[in-house]
């Protein structure tokens, strides 16, 4: 008798169950959508038994995360575990010391795990500096795992970061903290709990589902509308034409190419891959979320908006109650406010400034850095003491800063991440000043400023004096342009113009400090710093450089594909918030059948775009 059918299928049933780190389980790929019919048709036999419901999630969140991570699953678990069993010992201890150590103790658990996989090199390379020691990097987990299994099975050289720890590590601690806050009460079952930390469709690359916000949600009855079926099946397909048009497609293409080697390309070719990031980025984590909110309420469970057109907001501020909205809610609830926030300074502002001194004086290597950050830092202080009237802003301020610079962090442990939250910092607080000026202290600020770039611009020819003389002249003749309307005081009024106008000059700004972030992405720890800073350097110098304005025209032809999707992706992004909802609910309240020609129709041309190798969603790397 033949048996090699059942050989055969044996074999392709473990290779489709066994982990592959070159084939992860990505929501653009066939794989997914049959695990997830696979889910939905199982789902449908348990809806109605709602711990069997979560116990069956949870068991198929795991297997999705092992798909994508292999023996980090682990981590996962234990994750899960001990945030579980603190949460109940947060619970039943009183108020008071011992419930504010169980709390210290929870939370302290979940961040020395991530800070092992997240930061082992920079804390690494940190001792060394300091002590003049000569300490490698070593994987203890991959040690134990080689004991255990008699082998060496696993490299002890490289510490490997799990995808998606900080999302799941931030979904830990926000139980902790609701519980210690009494938000909420603790989940009753391990199994429950492990379903609200492993949901899979958020559970690699957000959004980041505050506790107090989804637990209630595991204890609800089964329901899905007709309207909210329609709008899970639209974010489905509005996520994979985000991702696989506006993102994968230009940066295979055109971004990905340039940021490798920017001296290879023009300055022209470099400021429109720099602007072009910004769509990818945006169509690669959005188009995620999107997908994520569709998949989950197709079992009637809802996620926290993520992103509300970011590229809309007026400043910097703004913009990061646009832009994954999770994190910064997060960040502001449990970072921000616990600093002190608006109200005043407190032990936690001083050690994030003390901690971030010495964090910039390592990435850099230079002790003046720490220098002048404490330096400022003490000049403030005295200022408050001074005039006590400013306390209050100038500790908003502090405590703002010091919330991006870890939000910088967050992502990642060198010096662009540095950089890249700094600018954000520094732009919130450029608004806030910049907000109560005069229209005609304004006008006269710029055009200093402005003034000041040209003559070091003139005097020492750096690129970068270039490009700020360019910007600063742009926001220069805004504002005098405020303030000749303002003298003439013309009838008509112009604040669309004016928003317009503030809605650019934010893009322009939260693009260029994209620059930092993009050129560390995707890097190893040891190298992330040094290429990170010459990429940024080098597509500055060529920015900033002589352009041969006669090639731009040819250029424009060559990518024309390219500039044609980066276009009509930043039109469909700027189109009326009300135009969009409408358009989302005429294509949810579709009759089913041509519902569904039209997402074989959506489908079809966008897999026309698919690359050679689909692409990781950016986030998976945070």
Known sequence: MNTDWLLDIFNSARHLLAFDESAPLLFTEFYFWAFFAFVMVVFSVLQRKILARNTFLFAVS???????????????????????????????????AARNAVLALGVAVNLLVLCYFKYAYFITDMVNGIFNTDFAVIDYFAVIGNALTGSAAFSVETIMLPVGISFYTFQCISYLMDIYRERIKPVDNILNYGFYVSFFPQLVAGPIVRANEFIHQLYRPYSLSRRHFGMAVFWIVNGLAKKIILSDYIAVNFIDRVFENPIMYSGFENLTALFGYSLQVYADFSGYTDIATGVALMMGFYLPQNFNSPYKAPNAANFWKRWHMSLSRWLQDYLYISMGGNRNASFGTYLVIATVAVVATILSGNIWVAVVILTLASSLAIFVVLRPDKRKFITTNINSMNTMLLGGLWHGASWNFMIWGGLNGIGMIIFKIWKPMGIYVRAIVSVAICALCCYIAYTTQWPFFNIAVVWMGAIALGAVLRALYNICRIPFQLSWLERAWAISQTFVFITFTRLFFRSGSNLDPAEANETAWNTAKNMVNQIGGHWNISLIPEMTVHYANIFALIVIGMIIHWLPSRLKRRYRLCFAMLPLPVMAVAVVAIVFVVYQFVTADLQKFIYFQF
């Open 62 to 96: 795991l297997f999705f995360y092992y798909k994508t991570s292999g023996i980090f699953i682990l981590i996962l678990l234990f994750a899960t575990l001990a945030s579980f069993l603190v949460g109940r010992a947060i619970y039943a201890s009183r108020k008071g």
